[in-house]
C-alpha cells in the first residue's frame, strides 16, 4: 500500500475510528505525550494508569485474562476498522489536496492493547528460540496457528503505520517496537525455514537406481496437513515419498512461512535460505546416492584413465538420475514452495550443475585418444542424446538454447573421438609387425584383442552409425556410396579393419617355417573369428551372413592343405607299391615300410601334441577327419601286409602300433602339451 503523506478529511462527517471511544481519538493531533510507547502499553487500561491503587486487583485480574488469542481478535477489529476509514477517506484527502489543504487530519491514537499484543508476541518467540529441539513448536496446532497469523497481524500492522504519515510523526517508539518484533519473528521464522528443509528430507529409505526409478517412504515425527494449519503424528510408512523425499505437509508449512515471509517483505531472505538449503541437499544427495562429486575441466585433463574409467560411470548415472528424477523433483518442490517463481529457483539451483555435467563431457572428449576410451566416450554420448531432452524441458525457454547449443558441442567433440579412436585402431592393426610367431599356432593377442574390441563397439550399433553419420570426417569417406546410410559407412568401416586384420594374420603365419603349423595358426584365428561373429548378434548382423559363408569357406581350404601337408606323407607309406615283386612280398622293402610309417607317425606325435586349438569343436573336427583317413588305411595296410612278417620278435620290431593305438594317440594331438617325456611310445598297447 502506497503511503498517504498529505490528508484533509471532512471534519464535518464523523469517522468510523470516533465511532469507537477505545480505538480513535479526536479529530486533531493531540500534544505529543499522547503518543502510544512501550512503557505505557504495558499497562492494561487507561483508567486503571489514574488510580492505580484502586484498581490494583482488577488491573490484575485483566491482564491475567489477556493472551496473544484474545488481543488478535481486538487487533483484527481495529486494523480492518483502520483501512476501512482510510480507504473512505482516500478521495477526500485526494479533493482536498488538489485545493491546497495539506492539513494533516488522519491520525489516530494506538489503543493500548497493540503493545500488550506485541508483548505477548515477543515473550512467545523468546520462548521457542530457547526450546530444544528449535522445531518443536510446529507440532502444536494451536501454536502452528498462533504464530503465523501472529505474523499477519504484525506485518499487517507495520504496513498501515508505515504508510500512515502521522504515525511516522507521532508513534515513532511503537513503530520501532513493532518493527523489532517483526524482524525477530522473520527471523525466526527464517531459521526454522531452514531446519524444515534440511532436517525434514527423508533419508533412510532413499532408493536410487540408474534408471532413477526410487521413491521415499516418510518417517517424519510430525507433519503437516495441507488444508489446514494442523499437525498429526504419522504411522511409520504410512506415506510414499518420492525425491527430494519431503512429506506432502511439511511442503504446506514450508509454503506457508515463505508466503508469510513475502507479505512481510521478506521474500528475498527466504527465497535465499531455500536456495542456499537446496543447492547444499542435492549436492549431498548425489554423492550418497551416485558418489558423485563436483570435477573441474582441469582436473579431468589430469587424470589418469583409470581415475576417469571409474568417474565416467558415476557422471552417467548421476546425469540420468538428474534428468529422470532430480530434477523434477527440484522443480516441483519449487512449484509447490514458491508457486508462479519455481523457474528462476529451479535455474538457480540446476543451472550451474548442468553446465559442470556439460564440462566434465567435453572434458573426457579432449582428453588424449587411446581405444580402451572408445565405450565410455559412447556412453557419454548416448547419455547426452537420451537423456537431455527431457531435462531441457525443465528449465525456461531463454536458457534451452544455451544448454542445447553445449550439448550439441559436447555431442560434437564425443562423435569425432569415436571415429579418431576407429582409425587409430585400423593405424594399430597396420602397424602390429611383430616378428615372433606365437607358440603353437594358437590364437594372435591382436586377434582377440580386435575381435573383443569390435564385438562389444557393435552393442553400440546404433550409436556408432549415427556417430558416423553426424560426425565423421574421414579419409575414407569417399569409398562409401553416396546414398548408402550410416549403417553402411559403419559396416564399411567394420570391413576394412577386418580385411586389415586378416591380412595382417596371412602376414604372421608366414613367420611359421612348418606350413602345416601355419594352416593351424590360420585356422586358429579364422575359427576364432567366425565364432565371435556367429556369437554377436550385433556383430553378425554388420558383417552378414556371405561374410561368414567366405570365411568359413577359407577355413576348410586351409584345413585341406594341412591334411595334404601332413598326413599326405604319411599316408603315402601305406600304399602297395614297391611292397611286390613277380606276384612275391619283398619282405626288406616291407620291412622298411614300417620301420618309416612308425618314425614318420612318432614324429607328427611328437610335435603336434605341442600345437595348440583352443576351439574344442575345431579341434575334435580335425581329430576326427585325421582319424577318418588314417585309421581305414592303416588297417586294410596291416590286413594285408602284416601276415608276412615273422610272428614274435619280428612282428614287435616292426609292427610298432595296431589301429587302435594309432587313434589313441590321434586323440592326443593339439594339446599344447609341451613334455618332452609325452612319446608315442608311451601309448603303445600291449
Not at 396 to 421: D, F, K, M, W, Y
Amino acid at each position: 500500500m502506497e503511503k498517504n503523506d498529505d490528508k484533509d478529511p471532512d471534519h464535518n462527517d464523523k469517522s468510523i475510528i470516533e465511532e469507537k471511544a477505545d480505538v480513535v481519538s479526536d479529530a486533531h493531533p493531540p500534544d505529543e505525550s499522547d503518543g502510544i510507547s512501550k512503557e505505557n502499553v504495558d499497562v492494561g487500561n487507561a483508567e486503571t494508569e489514574h488510580n492505580p491503587e484502586d484498581n490494583v486487583e482488577s488491573q490484575g485480574e485483566e491482564i491475567h485474562q489477556q493472551t496473544l488469542e484474545s488481543l488478535s481478535q481486538e487487533l483484527d477489529q481495529l486494523l480492518s476498522s483502520l483501512s476501512l476509514h482510510k480507504e473512505e477517506h482516500k478521495d477526500d484527502n485526494t479533493e482536498e489536496k488538489e485545493k491546497g489543504d495539506q492539513e494533516d487530519d488522519d491520525y489516530f491514537q494506538i489503543p493500548q492493547f497493540v503493545g500488550k499484543f506485541l508483548d505477548l508476541l515477543e515473550d512467545k518467540l523468546s520462548r521457542y528460540d530457547s526450546g530444544e529441539p528449535k522445531t518443536v513448536w510446529y507440532q502444536d496446532q494451536e501454536e502452528v496457528s498462533s504464530l503465523l497469523e501472529a505474523v499477519v497481524r504484525v506485518s499487517n500492522l507495520m504496513r498501515l503505520l508505515l504508510n500512515t504519515k502521522s504515525c511516522l510523526d507521532h508513534h515513532e517508539p511503537l513503530i520501532n517496537h513493532a518493527g523489532s518484533i517483526q524482524q525477530r519473528a522473520m527471523a525466526f521464522l527464517e531459521d526454522e525455514f531452514r531446519i524444515l528443509l534440511e532436517e525434514s528430507v527423508i533419508k533412510e529409505t532413499a532408493l536410487v537406481t540408474d534408471d532413477a526409478g526410487s521413491q521415499r517412504k516418510s518417517t517424519e515425527d510430525a507433519v503437516v496437513s495441507q488444508d489446514q494449519d494442523q499437525v498429526t503424528a504419522p504411522e511409520p510408512g504410512d506415506q510414499e515419498i518420492e525425491y527430494p523425499g519431503y512429506s506432502e505437509d511439511v511442503v504446506v508449512l514450508l509454503r506457508k512461512i515463505a508466503e508469510k515471509m513475502k507479505a512481510a517483505g521478506y521474500g528475498w531472505e527466504c527465497r535465499e535460505v531455500y536456495l542456499v538449503g537446496r543447492r547444499n541437499i542435492l549436492m549431498r544427495t548425489l554423492k550418497q546416492d551416485c558418489e558423485f562429486e563436483k570435477v573441474s575441466i582441469d582436473e579431468v585433463q589430469k587424470m589418469s584413465w583409470g581415475e576417469l574409467e571409474r568417474e565416467i560411470p558415476i557422471w552417467t548415472k548421476t546425469f540420468k538420475n538428474c534428468s529422470s528424477l532430480f530434477f523434477p523433483g527440484e522443480l516441483k518442490l519449487a512449484a509447490k514452495i514458491f508457486p508462479g517463481d519455481e523457474g528462476s529457483l529451479f535455474c538457480i539451483v540446476a543451472h550451474g550443475l548442468t553446465i559442470q555435467f556439460l564440462g566434465f563431457a567435453e572434458a573426457v572428449a579432449m582428453t588424449k585418444r587411446s581405444t580402451e576410451k572408445l565405450f565410455k566416450i559412447l556412453d557419454i554420448y548416448e547419455t547426452l542424446r537420451d537423456s537431455f531432452p527431457p531435462m531441457e524441458e525443465l528449465f525456461p525457454q531463454e536458457l534451452r538454447s544455451e544448454l542445447r547449443n553445449e550439448v550439441t558441442s559436447a555431442r560434437s567433440r564425443l562423435g569425432e573421438s569415436a571415429i579418431n579412436i576407429f582409425s587409430d585402431l585400423e593405424n594399430s592393426i597396420k602397424s602390429d609387425s611383430s616378428k615372433t610367431p606365437v607358440p603353437g599356432g594358437a590364437v594372435h593377442p591382436l586377434t582377440r584383442y580386435t575381435m573383443n574390441y569390435l564385438k562389444y563397439s557393435c552393442e553400440y550399433k546404433d550409436t556408432l552409425e549415427q556417430v558416423f553419420k553426424s560426425h565423421s570426417k574421414m579419409e575414407h569417406e569417399e569409398e562409401v556410396p553416396a546414398n548408402n546410410s550410416a549403417c553402411s559407412a559403419f559396416a564399411s568401416q567394420l570391413m576394412r579393419i577386418m580385411d586389415l586384420l586378416d591380412g595382417n594374420m596371412e602376414a604372421k603365419s608366414k613367420l611359421y617355417k612348418d606350413i602345416p603349423l601355419s594352416c593351424i595358426f590360420m585356422m586358429n584365428n579364422g575359427r576364432y573369428i567366425v565364432q565371435k561373429i556367429k556369437g554377436s548378434a550385433e556383430i553378425h548382423e554388420v558383417m552378414g551372413d556371405t561374410w561368414c559363408r567366405r570365411r568359413s569357406s577359407e577355413l576348410r581350404n586351409y584345413h585341406k592343405s594341412y591334411q595334404r601337408e601332413t598326413w599326405g606323407k604319411l599316408l603315402g607309406f601305406l600304399g602297395h607299391e614297391g611292397l611286390m615283386h613277380n606276384g612275391k612280398i619283398v619282405k626288406p622293402n616291407l620291412k622298411e615300410r614300417f620301420k618309416s610309417f612308425n618314425a614318420t607317425f612318432d614324429e607328427i606325435h611328437k610335435t603336434q601334441t605341442t600345437w595348440v586349438i583352443n576351439d574344442e569343436q575345431l579341434q575334435s573336427e580335425l581329430r576326427v577327419s585325421i582319424t577318418a583317413v588314417m585309421i581305414p588305411a592303416y588297417r586294410a595296410f596291416m590286413a594285408r601286409f602284416g601276415q608276412y612278417l615273422d610272428p614274435g620278435r619280428q612282428t614287435e620290431k616292426y609292427v610298432k602300433y595296431q589301429p587302435e593305438d594309432i587313434e589313441d594317440l590321434i586323440d592326443e594331438l593339439f594339446d599344447g602339451n609341451t613334455s618332452s617325456s609325452s612319446t608315442a611310445t608311451a601309448k603303445r598297447r600291449t
